[in-house]
T-cell receptor, first 114, second 114 residues
Framework: DADVTQTPRNRITKTGKRIMLECSQT?????MYWYRQDPGLGLRLIYY???????NKGEISDGYSVSRQAQAKFSLSLESAIPNQTALYFC?????????????FGSGTQLSVL | AQSVTQLGSHVSVSEGALVLLRCNYS??????LFWYVQYPNQGLQLLLK??????LVKGINGFEAEFKKSETSFHLTKPSAHMSDAAEYFC????????????FGKGTLLTVNP
Protein backbone atom coordinates (compact mmCIF):
# COMPACT_ATOMS: atom_id res chain seq x y z
CA ASP A 1 0.00 0.00 0.00
CA ALA A 2 1.10 3.55 -0.75
CA ASP A 3 2.50 5.58 2.13
CA VAL A 4 0.66 8.72 0.98
CA THR A 5 -2.76 8.06 -0.50
CA GLN A 6 -4.84 10.60 -2.35
CA THR A 7 -8.49 10.19 -3.26
CA PRO A 8 -9.95 10.48 -5.78
CA ARG A 9 -7.33 9.97 -8.52
CA ASN A 10 -9.43 11.84 -11.04
CA ARG A 11 -12.41 14.16 -10.68
CA ILE A 12 -14.46 16.12 -13.15
CA THR A 13 -16.80 18.73 -11.74
CA LYS A 14 -18.74 21.81 -12.75
CA THR A 15 -18.17 25.45 -11.96
CA GLY A 16 -19.60 26.40 -8.58
CA LYS A 17 -19.55 22.93 -7.06
CA ARG A 18 -17.87 22.18 -3.74
CA ILE A 19 -15.09 19.64 -4.00
CA MET A 20 -13.00 17.88 -1.37
CA LEU A 21 -9.72 16.13 -2.07
CA GLU A 22 -8.49 13.80 0.60
CA CYS A 23 -5.06 12.72 1.69
CA SER A 24 -4.05 10.12 4.22
CA GLN A 25 -0.61 8.89 5.21
CA THR A 26 0.85 5.94 7.04
CA UNK A 27 4.37 7.37 7.42
CA UNK A 28 3.73 8.82 10.86
CA UNK A 29 4.87 12.27 9.67
CA UNK A 30 3.64 15.35 11.43
CA UNK A 31 3.93 17.73 8.47
CA MET A 32 1.56 17.67 5.51
CA TYR A 33 1.28 19.85 2.41
CA TRP A 34 -0.99 20.50 -0.56
CA TYR A 35 0.53 21.56 -3.87
CA ARG A 36 -0.95 22.14 -7.28
CA GLN A 37 0.93 21.46 -10.49
CA ASP A 38 0.23 23.29 -13.72
CA PRO A 39 2.12 22.67 -16.97
CA GLY A 40 5.04 25.06 -17.23
CA LEU A 41 4.51 26.44 -13.73
CA GLY A 42 5.93 23.67 -11.59
CA LEU A 43 4.49 23.04 -8.14
CA ARG A 44 2.99 25.79 -6.04
CA LEU A 45 2.17 25.47 -2.36
CA ILE A 46 -1.48 25.93 -1.41
CA TYR A 47 -1.52 25.12 2.32
CA TYR A 48 0.68 23.37 4.80
CA UNK A 49 0.31 22.01 8.31
CA UNK A 50 3.13 21.27 10.73
CA UNK A 51 0.87 19.50 13.21
CA UNK A 52 -2.83 18.94 13.86
CA UNK A 53 -3.39 22.39 15.36
CA UNK A 54 -1.20 24.26 12.89
CA UNK A 55 -2.52 25.41 9.48
CA ASN A 56 -0.68 27.85 7.26
CA LYS A 57 -1.41 29.48 3.93
CA GLY A 58 0.95 28.88 1.07
CA GLU A 59 1.55 31.09 -1.94
CA ILE A 60 -1.80 30.41 -3.67
CA SER A 61 -4.39 29.75 -0.95
CA ASP A 62 -7.22 31.93 -2.32
CA GLY A 63 -10.24 29.82 -3.23
CA TYR A 64 -9.06 26.86 -1.13
CA SER A 65 -9.46 25.70 2.45
CA VAL A 66 -8.01 22.77 4.36
CA SER A 67 -8.77 20.61 7.35
CA ARG A 68 -6.30 18.56 9.37
CA GLN A 69 -8.65 16.00 10.85
CA ALA A 70 -5.88 13.91 12.42
CA GLN A 71 -2.14 13.58 12.16
CA ALA A 72 -2.64 11.20 9.26
CA LYS A 73 -5.35 13.08 7.36
CA PHE A 74 -5.25 16.40 5.54
CA SER A 75 -8.07 17.37 3.18
CA LEU A 76 -8.26 20.18 0.63
CA SER A 77 -11.57 21.84 -0.25
CA LEU A 78 -12.62 24.03 -3.11
CA GLU A 79 -15.72 25.79 -1.81
CA SER A 80 -16.89 26.93 -5.23
CA ALA A 81 -14.79 25.45 -8.00
CA ILE A 82 -13.80 27.56 -11.01
CA PRO A 83 -12.16 26.47 -14.30
CA ASN A 84 -8.74 27.93 -13.47
CA GLN A 85 -8.55 25.50 -10.57
CA THR A 86 -8.19 22.71 -13.12
CA ALA A 87 -4.82 21.19 -12.22
CA LEU A 88 -2.99 18.21 -10.82
CA TYR A 89 -3.05 18.32 -7.03
CA PHE A 90 -0.45 16.66 -4.84
CA CYS A 91 -0.41 15.93 -1.16
CA UNK A 92 2.98 15.52 0.49
CA UNK A 93 4.35 14.74 3.93
CA UNK A 94 7.59 15.21 5.81
CA UNK A 95 8.75 14.69 9.36
CA UNK A 96 10.12 17.33 11.70
CA UNK A 97 13.36 15.53 12.44
CA UNK A 98 16.67 15.58 10.69
CA UNK A 99 15.19 14.55 7.38
CA UNK A 100 12.50 17.21 7.49
CA UNK A 101 13.40 18.54 4.08
CA UNK A 102 12.52 15.31 2.28
CA UNK A 103 8.98 15.33 0.98
CA UNK A 104 7.02 12.18 0.25
CA PHE A 105 4.35 12.67 -2.40
CA GLY A 106 1.10 10.97 -3.19
CA SER A 107 0.27 10.00 -6.75
CA GLY A 108 -1.84 13.07 -7.34
CA THR A 109 -5.46 13.98 -8.06
CA GLN A 110 -6.27 15.30 -11.52
CA LEU A 111 -9.11 17.79 -11.13
CA SER A 112 -11.01 19.21 -14.08
CA VAL A 113 -13.49 22.04 -13.54
CA LEU A 114 -15.84 22.57 -16.48
CA ALA B 1 12.41 35.36 -0.31
CA GLN B 2 13.72 32.32 -2.13
CA SER B 3 13.34 31.18 -5.70
CA VAL B 4 14.78 28.85 -8.30
CA THR B 5 15.10 29.20 -12.03
CA GLN B 6 15.44 26.15 -14.23
CA LEU B 7 16.98 26.96 -17.58
CA GLY B 8 15.24 25.08 -20.35
CA SER B 9 11.77 23.65 -19.99
CA HIS B 10 12.68 20.73 -22.27
CA VAL B 11 16.01 18.96 -22.76
CA SER B 12 16.51 16.17 -25.27
CA VAL B 13 19.54 13.86 -25.26
CA SER B 14 20.55 10.63 -26.92
CA GLU B 15 20.88 7.45 -24.91
CA GLY B 16 24.43 7.29 -23.54
CA ALA B 17 24.98 11.05 -23.76
CA LEU B 18 25.67 13.44 -20.90
CA VAL B 19 22.65 14.82 -19.09
CA LEU B 20 22.92 18.41 -17.82
CA LEU B 21 19.91 20.12 -16.26
CA ARG B 22 20.48 23.66 -15.06
CA CYS B 23 19.22 25.29 -11.89
CA ASN B 24 20.02 28.68 -10.40
CA TYR B 25 18.73 29.77 -7.03
CA SER B 26 18.12 32.90 -5.02
CA UNK B 27 18.03 32.84 -1.26
CA UNK B 28 18.62 35.37 1.51
CA UNK B 29 20.08 32.70 3.77
CA UNK B 30 22.35 29.73 3.11
CA UNK B 31 20.07 27.47 1.09
CA UNK B 32 19.14 23.86 1.18
CA LEU B 33 18.81 22.64 -2.42
CA PHE B 34 17.08 19.63 -3.89
CA TRP B 35 16.36 17.84 -7.11
CA TYR B 36 13.15 15.89 -7.43
CA VAL B 37 12.09 13.64 -10.31
CA GLN B 38 8.57 12.94 -11.53
CA TYR B 39 8.02 9.89 -13.71
CA PRO B 40 4.84 9.79 -15.81
CA ASN B 41 1.66 9.46 -13.77
CA GLN B 42 3.52 9.49 -10.48
CA GLY B 43 4.25 11.89 -7.65
CA LEU B 44 7.67 13.45 -7.13
CA GLN B 45 10.59 11.54 -5.64
CA LEU B 46 13.72 12.99 -4.07
CA LEU B 47 16.83 12.49 -6.26
CA LEU B 48 19.38 14.27 -4.10
CA LYS B 49 19.82 17.13 -1.67
CA UNK B 50 22.45 19.66 -0.60
CA UNK B 51 22.36 20.73 3.03
CA UNK B 52 25.70 22.53 3.52
CA UNK B 53 27.89 19.45 3.74
CA UNK B 54 29.87 18.37 0.64
CA UNK B 55 29.34 20.61 -2.37
CA LEU B 56 29.23 17.65 -4.75
CA VAL B 57 26.16 15.62 -3.95
CA LYS B 58 25.49 12.14 -5.25
CA GLY B 59 21.96 10.89 -5.62
CA ILE B 60 20.08 7.90 -6.84
CA ASN B 61 20.27 6.40 -10.35
CA GLY B 62 23.74 7.83 -11.05
CA PHE B 63 22.77 11.50 -10.81
CA GLU B 64 24.86 14.10 -9.05
CA ALA B 65 24.77 17.85 -8.55
CA GLU B 66 27.33 20.43 -7.56
CA PHE B 67 26.59 23.41 -5.35
CA LYS B 68 28.44 26.52 -6.57
CA LYS B 69 27.85 29.46 -4.28
CA SER B 70 29.71 31.94 -6.50
CA GLU B 71 27.42 31.07 -9.41
CA THR B 72 24.30 30.47 -7.27
CA SER B 73 23.88 27.25 -9.20
CA PHE B 74 22.98 23.64 -8.48
CA HIS B 75 23.10 21.89 -11.85
CA LEU B 76 22.14 18.22 -12.16
CA THR B 77 24.28 15.87 -14.22
CA LYS B 78 24.51 12.23 -15.24
CA PRO B 79 27.40 10.97 -17.38
CA SER B 80 25.35 8.60 -19.51
CA ALA B 81 21.62 8.88 -20.10
CA HIS B 82 19.38 5.85 -19.99
CA MET B 83 15.95 5.54 -21.51
CA SER B 84 14.52 5.13 -18.00
CA ASP B 85 15.75 8.64 -17.10
CA ALA B 86 12.99 10.20 -19.21
CA ALA B 87 10.96 12.22 -16.72
CA GLU B 88 10.37 15.72 -15.47
CA TYR B 89 12.95 17.12 -13.07
CA PHE B 90 12.35 19.82 -10.50
CA CYS B 91 14.90 21.88 -8.64
CA UNK B 92 13.80 23.21 -5.26
CA UNK B 93 15.14 25.46 -2.51
CA UNK B 94 14.37 25.91 1.16
CA UNK B 95 15.82 27.97 3.96
CA UNK B 96 15.91 24.96 6.22
CA UNK B 97 15.36 25.29 9.93
CA UNK B 98 12.19 24.54 11.83
CA UNK B 99 9.92 26.44 9.43
CA UNK B 100 10.90 24.35 6.48
CA UNK B 101 9.07 25.04 3.23
CA UNK B 102 10.14 24.15 -0.30
CA UNK B 103 9.95 26.43 -3.32
CA PHE B 104 10.00 24.54 -6.62
CA GLY B 105 11.22 25.54 -10.05
CA LYS B 106 9.01 25.17 -13.10
CA GLY B 107 10.52 21.87 -14.12
CA THR B 108 12.58 20.50 -17.00
CA LEU B 109 11.24 17.67 -19.10
CA LEU B 110 14.02 15.28 -20.09
CA THR B 111 13.56 13.23 -23.24
CA VAL B 112 15.99 10.41 -24.03
CA ASN B 113 16.22 9.33 -27.64
CA PRO B 114 17.35 5.83 -28.65
Amino acid sequence: DADVTQTPRNRITKTGKRIMLECSQTKGHDRMYWYRQDPGLGLRLIYYSFDVKDINKGEISDGYSVSRQAQAKFSLSLESAIPNQTALYFCATSDSGETNEKLFFGSGTQLSVL
Amino acid sequence: AQSVTQLGSHVSVSEGALVLLRCNYSSSVPPYLFWYVQYPNQGLQLLLKYTSAATLVKGINGFEAEFKKSETSFHLTKPSAHMSDAAEYFCAVSSGGSNYKLTFGKGTLLTVNP
